[in-house]
């Protein structure tokens, strides 16, 4: 006669089912430990986005303007608030502090309502491309990035940030 095996012998359906668990937990944690490699233009592209909607959220509740200041023909920028006639740096917050771009990308305004033409001279007064109303009646704008392999276009409707496109060019 055969041997038969103990009860005990064997895997368990749930023992099974928790080692595919743990497999599962461990390969995801891998995942999204691995850097993705967004270049340099979509991290900015996507900081920019989160920046501007912070932004358009501050002028909201604190009842006062803010604006966007292109520096530095356009590979720096920073966030205004006005205040008593007059744009003043937003200081305060490190979300709204002064931005270098990564090298070799540039920002300009495309289309904007508002836009303000030109650098200031050094001492005058500075004026944002365009503002985001307390209100929130921000007029429509494009911001577009641009480096040495890719163009990226920002598009903010009434209804708010439309997200980044690669366009051609």
């Known amino acids: 006669m055969p041997a038969r095996l103990p009860k005990d012998a ?17 390969s995801s944690a891998i995942v999204l430990s691995l850097q993705l490699g967004d270049s340099a233009i979509e991290e900015e592209a996507d ?5 501007l909607i912070f932004a358009r959220d501050e002028a ?8 966007l200041i292109l520096e530095e023909f356009g590979t720096r920028y920073s966030f205004e608030r006005y205040v ?3 744009w003043w ?3 305060e917050n490190p979300a709204f502090a002064r931005h270098d ?7 300009e305004v495309v289309d904007a309502a508002l836009a303000q033409a030109g650098q200031s001279e050094e001492g005058a007064p500075r004026y944002p491309l365009f503002w ?3 209100a929130g009646l921000t007029e429509p704008f494009t911001l577009r990035l641009r480096d040495a392999e890719q163009t990226l ?17």
């Open 10 to 26: 064997g895997v368990s359906l749930i023992e099974i089912l928790v080692a595919v668990m743990v497999i599962g937990v461990v």
């Open 47 to 51: 900081r920019l986005s989160a920046r």
């Open 60 to 67: 909201i509740t604190t009842g006062q303007p803010v604006g």
């Open 84 to 86: 008593d006639g007059r």
């Open 89 to 91: 740096p937003l200081a």
């Open 101 to 107: 771009l990564a090298e070799d990308v540039e920002l």
């Open 132 to 134: 985001f109303d307390p």
């Open 153 to 169: 276009e920002l598009r903010w409707t009434a209804r708010g940030s439309e997200g980044w496109e690669r366009v051609a060019g």
